[in-house]
């Protein structure tokens, strides 16, 4: 009788209040604690350099090969060691000790133990990328269980997400063996662990990006549930978000050009259970709960990015059907937003791959850091309240 009553009580009041555990922010994490001050970026060169700096883009920290001193298996020297120019994805992780990484020829795990020399700057995890497979990999996630996540970011029905153990107690080896290997999202650019929703969201298209499949190519991001008793991801078909409308990319590369507009950065907005996703035309927004995307292009600015300003006056041309557009949110590579409303993003020149600075914007206003590097990702380097990184 009386558990009825409850129930009752339950419904009336709405039985999700009462049954979904909010995530606690770590005390550090509260916004009151926390500095939002520590960006990672990612600068292209032979070596390619990754760097941790503040607001202004002074340096704190900075990682190139020659900082590595201790012995690697040949096939992760050589790749270290590669022509490769990349530093394509940083991210903060292990609870701010180590930064995930696609630097030169390799996807790695490197410490940051800045005050600790001793062990700052050991690779404690490595793949070579100099495989048929692995070639293109653009983004890395941490997973539970100290496993880290790789996309492929191919075009084939057998490209998606390779996770490996990446436990600093395991000898480096240039074969590393692998957990799990998840196919069918194509060319995924953005993955992101949810701890409240214990998944790995990635976000990818659902046929080739380059046309090769002859059928037009969605945008789509895919939630992939976390089996805590199994430790491997699964696929579920519940889970399968698509953009409505798929886009040739002709306005920015000429008619004719082949590929269909693809998914870039999936951002979780924090202390929300919403993601907002740079797809190569603009951005969208995302709600887990319900399901849907909720917002376009400069209603998604409007409500979460004020501020936000094209980097250069040459985003417009004509499409596939002839109409004459503007795209000035095209191209965001990367973009990471802070819980003080404050965030950071990477647009690419028009026409190329990468942008020559990160803008940061501050209470609406944007100014201009890294001036002069050849980036394609700047994030905060640290935890977004809301979406913890798994604790290894
Ligand atoms: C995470 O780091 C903070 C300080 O940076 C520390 O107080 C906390 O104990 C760490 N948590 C774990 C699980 O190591
Ligand atoms: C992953 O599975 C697919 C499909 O079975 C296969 O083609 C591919 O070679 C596998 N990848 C690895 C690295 O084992
Ligand atoms: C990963 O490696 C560590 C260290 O060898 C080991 O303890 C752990 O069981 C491994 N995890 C998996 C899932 O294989
Ligand atoms: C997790 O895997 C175990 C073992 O295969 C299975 O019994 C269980 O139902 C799975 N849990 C979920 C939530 O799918
Ligand atoms: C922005 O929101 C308004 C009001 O809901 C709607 O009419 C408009 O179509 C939206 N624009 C885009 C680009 O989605």
């Not at 992101?192 to 090769?212: C, F, V, Y």
């Not at 399901?291 to 400069?298: A, L, R, V």
Request: proline letters at 6%.
């Amino acid at each position: 009788m009386l558990g009825r009553l409850i129930g009752w009580v339950l419904l009336l009041f709405g039985f999700e209040i009462w049954y979904i555990p909010l995530i606690q922010p770590q005390e550090r994490l509260r916004p009151d604690h926390r500095p939002w001050q520590d960006i990672i970026t990612g600068l292209y060169g032979v070596p390619p350099l990754l760097k941790i700096h503040d607001r202004d883009g002074d340096v704190k920290w900075s990682f190139t090969r020659k900082d590595v001193t201790h012995n690697l298996p040949p096939g992760l020297q050589k790749c270290l060691y590669s022509n490769a120019n990349d530093a394509t994805e940083v991210k903060w992780m292990n609870n701010g000790t180590s930064v995930g990484a696609i630097y030169s020829d390799l996807a790695l795990v490197i410490n940051y133990t800045p005050d600790n020399p001793g062990t700052d700057k050991l690779i404690t995890f490595a793949v070579c990328l100099d495989t048929v497979l692995l070639r293109n990999a653009h983004t890395v996630e941490p997973l539970p269980g100290q496993r880290f996540a790789i996309a492929t970011t191919g075009q084939r029905p057998w490209d998606g997400i390779l996770v490996y153990n990446a436990s600093a107690g395991n000898a480096l080896t240039d074969d590393p063996p692998i957990i799990q290997n998840i196919t069918g999202l194509r060319a995924i650019h953005g993955m992101i662990w949810d701890e409240q929703g214990q998944m790995l969201w990635a976000a990818g298209t659902d046929a080739a990006a380059d046309g090769s499949d002859l059928i037009s190519a969605y945008g789509t991001i895919v939630g992939y549930p976390w089996n805590a008793t199994t430790g491997l991801l699964n696929k579920d078909n519940r889970k399968i978000y698509k953009i409505p409308e798929a886009y040739h990319l002709m306005t920015e590369w000429g008619q004719g050009y082949p590929w269909w507009a693809g998914l870039h950065d999936l951002v979780p907005v924090p202390n929300q259970r919403k993601f907002l996703v740079s797809e190569d035309r603009g951005l969208h927004a995302f709600d887990i709960e319900l399901g849907q995307f909720t917002e376009h292009y400069e209603n998604v600015t409007d409500r979460y990015m004020q501020g936000f300003e094209c980097t250069t006056d040459d985003r417009y041309g004509y499409n596939s059907d002839g109409e004459w557009q503007e795209l000035p949110q095209s191209d965001l590579k990367s973009f990471s937003l802070a819980s003080d409303g404050s965030f950071i993003y990477v647009q690419s020149l028009w026409k190329k791959f990468r942008g020559f600075h990160t803008s940061l914007v501050v209470n609406g206003k944007r100014r201009k850091i890294n001036i002069g590097d050849e980036i394609y990702r700047s994030r905060w380097y640290g935890d977004i309240d809301g979406w913890p990184k798994p604790k290894f």
